[in-house]
């Protein structure tokens, strides 16, 4: 038995080998190569001057201020030459070409100025069993840039395509795919917040917010712009991108405050006049000038920035207010990330990785959700106003129903004690001035007061009360000419008057074409009516005169007795009696004047209506 498990045991241990997997070979991370300058016309290096450098490579830092074409070697044994080998550029800067083993396998489009901008493009190449040969392999980096681009060599790996390729898939991830996203999500955003702003103009922190995120734009292009169009030299493209930073300083710090309620209108001023000055010096500055120009404001512009995203995050965090707090720990990322980048750019920090653009679109959605938040309470206030407003409308509408009813009773009882009134006055005037009319003559002549006499005076008490159901029953129809309404009223009062000893003249003229509604009829015999019981009872006079004229001046009817005059201050209106405020009333009600002048010897009585005559024939 022993012995079976001696010669099972080397057995197994054989075929295990055997079944497992051969050991991948790591890939090779390349630090160390060789680099010389060369010609812009030249396609082959030169043979001469190589020294070697370590990668990643910035040539500036060994030839301060050279700018043209430098060649990097590296070279590596490949033991099978059958195995194919994976190459990971992470970049070059800014533009060149590759050879392996004399061989071209990449080429950029512009390699003399303006140069293809591949400064942060990754590249791999899969380098088959042809191009490859036993033992030594050389591969040639052709790079084309200049000093200020920070020009040189990035990043190189080598090794097994599986095991560099998925490196490749993440570098290009990070360094193009991710840049591309968030640049299209920028684009969106400006669409978006444009378009509601351009629709509400009174909201600026919608434009503040669209302007932000447009110079933004601008300057993440500078990540995948693969070339200089529509320049033609790379460094006015270099001094675009100087001024969207600027440009996105200035727009970022004005919606902060915007966002937060703030107004700072000589800071602004300030900040724009900077701003402009920043431009007009990128504008007009010399070329060795531009890139520590460039490198300056990109610095001045991450302090205002930084500046107001530290305010902001303080006055935002003390506010509790919930859409403050979530944009102060989205500006708190943006800090952090554009903190990199700016040391990056100024080559403090040893990387070619600018996790700005990346980052930003936290930002942006943080905004974005905080202004589509803020978007829709302004709505749902909207909406809860108008559900208060409709409801204040149905209480108005509710108040004014109840308004309109009580006023309606009221006119009604309005109505009603005013047709008593009017029914009192012209029982004064019409049957209570008969009556006296009747009594007076009867103190008067007693022996006169015979079954005729008193007949007619039931005959005229009965005109009258006619008279008053007439003009109560039709107001608003057509009623008898006047010359004819007077003849009853001119044989009562003319036979009571002379009865009572007073001589009384009629003047009648223009009565014959004027024809009143029954109510002004009415009226002008009552008020004729009240004028002449006056006499009768109060003037002692032994004459009257009677005046009705209708001319082009209007109806004036008057009455002149040559009595002892009302007592003095009596024809005021203040101590008016029943009989004259009643006079005033009608003289009212028909829209004319009446003039009381009384003196010892006369009184005068007139009511002035403008009534037009009608035209002659």
Not at 64 to 79: E, F, K
Request: some cysteine.
């Amino acid at each position: 038995m022993k012995g079976l498990w001696h010669r099972l045991l080397p057995a197994l241990l054989l075929a295990l080998c055997c079944l497992a997997p051969a050991a991948a070979a790591a890939p090779l991370v390349v630090t160390q190569a060789e680099a010389v300058q060369g010609r812009w016309d030249d396609d082959v290096p030169p043979v001469d001057g190589w020294q070697p450098v370590s990668i990643p490579d910035v040539w500036a830092k060994r030839w301060p201020d050279y700018n043209g074409v430098v060649w990097y070697r590296l070279q590596w044994d490949q033991a099978d030459a059958n195995a194919p080998v994976g190459l990971l550029m992470e970049y070059l800067v800014m533009a060149g070409s590759v050879y392996v083993n004399g061989t071209l396998l990449h080429r950029d489009p512009h390699l003399t100025p303006p140069l293809s901008r591949a400064w942060n493009t990754p590249r791999y190449w899969l380098i088959a069993p042809p191009l490859l040969q036993a033992g030594r392999n050389t591969v040639l980096f052709r790079v084309a840039g200049a000093a200020a681009h920070q020009a040189g060599l990035g990043p190189l790996t080598l090794g097994p395509p599986a095991e560099v390729g998925p490196l490749y898939r993440h570098e290009r991830l990070m360094r193009y795919d991710l840049q591309l996203i968030s640049l299209t999500l920028c684009g969106n955003i400006v669409l978006f917040f444009g378009i509601l702003w351009l629709m509400r103009h009174q909201d600026t922190v919608y434009g503040w917010f669209a302007l932000t995120e447009a110079f933004w734009l601008l300057v993440g292009l500078n990540q995948v712009a693969t070339s200089p169009w529509p320049f033609q030299s790379n460094d006015d493209w270099h001094a675009l991108n100087a001024m969207a930073i600027l440009g996105f300083a200035g727009c970022f710090a004005v919606f902060i405050w915007r966002f937060s309620g703030q107004r700072h209108p000589r800071l602004e001023r300030a900040l724009w006049i900077a701003v402009a000055l920043g431009v007009l010096w990128l504008v007009g500055v010399p070329t060795h000038w531009l890139y520590p120009s460039r490198a300056l404001l990109m610095v001045l512009s991450a302090a205002i920035v930084w500046t107001v995203c530290i305010m902001f995050m303080v006055t935002g965090w003390r506010s509790r207010q919930t859409d403050q707090r979530i944009l102060a720990v989205c500006v708190s990322t943006f800090v952090i990330t554009s903190a990199h980048d700016v040391l990056t750019f100024l080559r403090v920090l040893d990387s070619n990785i600018y996790y700005t653009s990346m980052t930003a679109h936290i930002l942006m959605v943080g905004m974005a959700l905080v202004l589509a938040w803020r978007f829709v309470n302004s709505l749902r206030r909207i909406e809860g106003f108008n559900l208060e407003l409709q409801a204040s409308v149905d209480a108005a509408r509710s108040e004014l129903a109840s308004t309109l009813r009580r006023q309606h009773t009221l006119e009604v009882a309005n109505a009603r004690l005013s047709e008593r009134v009017n029914l009192a006055r012209d029982l004064h005037d019409g049957l209570g001035g008969a009556l006296v009319g009747g009594i007076a003559a009867i103190e008067h002549e007693p022996e006169k007061a015979s079954a005729p006499a008193l007949l007619g005076l039931l005959k005229g008490m009965r005109d009258d009360l006619r008279l008053i159901v007439d003009s109560s029953a039709a107001h608003d129809g057509q009623g008898q000419p006047l010359a004819q309404l007077l003849v009853p009223l001119r044989h009562r009062f003319t036979t009571l008057l002379e009865n009572s000893g007073i001589e009384v003249r009629w003047q009648l003229a223009g009565l014959d074409s004027l024809q009143l509604r029954p109510a002004q009829g009415l009226d002008v015999l009552r008020f004729l009516q009240e004028a002449l019981t006056n006499v009768l009872k109060h003037s002692q006079s032994r004459s009257v005169e009677v005046g009705v004229v209708h001319d082009a001046a209007g109806l004036r009817v008057s009455v002149l007795d040559h009595g002892v005059g009302l007592p003095a201050g009596l024809a005021g209106e203040a101590r008016d009696g029943v009989g004259l405020s009643s006079m005033r009333a009608r003289a009212a009600r028909l829209g004319g004047q009446l003039e009381v002048a009384s003196q010892p010897g006369q009184t005068r009585v007139v009511l002035q209506v403008p009534l037009a005559a009608a035209p002659t024939a």
